[in-house]
């Protein structure tokens, strides 16, 4: 199985930025797929699940107003649009793919497969 980010960066404040994930070795439309960040000194944060049913998303409450998850089983791919960034959304972000075992899956350890890793900056 493998996931790869792409789409990070560097980003004004108030930008946006679309993360993707490409999947492979596994069946897309049956896992359980979120992202997750993690900025330095910091434990790795949930920020969206996309569950088996593509049309059931969570979020933390941090980002539910500004970022938005979505896949796209065709292409076997996993999205995160995310709007309004401030420099405190500085981090890697982090693809994960699951089994699925509760509809919302929001902490790490219910995550098989994991990708890379993009880093995204926000700063001036």
């Known amino acids: 199985v493998h996931l790869v980010e792409s789409g990070g960066g560097l980003v004004q404040p108030g930008g946006s930025m679309r993360l993707s994930c490409v999947t492979s070795?596994?069946?897309?439309?049956?896992?359980?797929m979120a992202w997750f960040r993690q900025a330095p000194v910091k434990e790795r944060q949930f920020v969206a699940a996309?569950?088996?049913?593509?049309?059931?998303?969570y979020y933390a409450d941090s980002f539910r107003d500004r970022f938005t998850i979505s896949r796209d089983i065709a292409k076997n791919a996993l999205f995160l649009q995310m709007n309004h960034l401030q420099p405190e959304d500085t981090a890697v972000y982090y693809c994960a793919a699951g089994i699925p075992t509760t509809p919302a899956q929001m902490f790490p350890r219910e995550y098989e497969y994991w990708g890379q890793g993009t880093q995204v900056t926000v700063s001036e």
């Open positions: 996309c569950g088996w049913i593509p049309s059931r998303t």
């Open positions: 070795g596994l069946v897309f439309r049956l896992a359980s």
